[in-house]
């Protein structure tokens, strides 16, 4: 776990049982799949406020999930401090942010791990969009794994709420060069993983 994140240490026992134990009853399914050891990408689908939080809070304390998330949430000032003091990762999503890329390839390449929604956006209830290419090109280029993660878009406050982790998959365990066009079904395949996992 990233040392520096103090504000993580100290939330994180009072929040996750708040938000996965008293808010939402969360039935977790899958650890088993979940790396002892080394860097990983978790990907879900992003459909309310509380799945980056969700997914931060559901591989425990010692996993320290970066979540990437839009800058502009970063932009107000006591959100914004928060969100960077639990290691959030922020992202301008109008450009392609290389400091972002930077920062979660360095975080990768030190065993950490990280948190994406790869449609970049939130999705209602019934619709889907593309997945962006970004969670496949840094598992591609640092040789660690994706794993699926499936959080229901329905939620309901005291009620029990089943969260799924998948199995692992490498992207290119070659670790060869891959094109543009040959990252487009990778990213396609993530995401009919990860919403196959909701039966």
């Known amino acids: 776990m990233t040392p520096q994140f103090k504000l993580y240490r100290i939330q994180f026992p009072v929040l996750s049982w708040i938000l996965l134990k008293l808010l939402f009853r969360a039935e977790i399914k899958g650890m088993e799949n979940v790396p002892t050891d080394g860097g990983f990408i978790v990907v879900a689908e992003h459909s309310s406020n509380f799945d980056p939080f969700i997914m931060m809070y559901t591989f425990g304390r010692e996993r320290h999930i970066h979540i ?47 948190g994406i929604f790869p449609e970049g956006r939130r999705t209602r209830e019934g619709e889907s969009a593309e997945a962006k290419l970004g969670a496949v090109r840094l598992a591609a ?59």
């Not at 998330?69 to 999503?93: C, H, N, Q, T, Y």
């Not at 990252?183 to 919403?195: F, T």
């Open 141 to 199: 280029r640092t040789g660690a794994p994706i794993i699926p993660m499936y959080i229901p878009r329905k939620k309901r406050l005291f009620r029990k709420m089943r969260i799924i982790i998948g199995e692992p998959r490498f992207i290119n365990p070659e670790r060869r060069r891959l094109t543009a066009e040959e990252y487009r079904p990778l990213a396609d395949d993530m995401m009919e993983r990860i919403r196959g996992m909701g039966g």
């Open 68 to 114: 990437l998330a839009k800058a502009e949430a970063f932009r107000a000032p006591i959100i914004g401090a928060i969100l960077r003091g639990v290691g959030m990762i922020s992202v301008d999503r109008s450009v392609n942010d290389i400091a972002a890329v930077r920062q979660s390839l360095d975080y990768l390449k030190r065993g950490e791990k990280l």
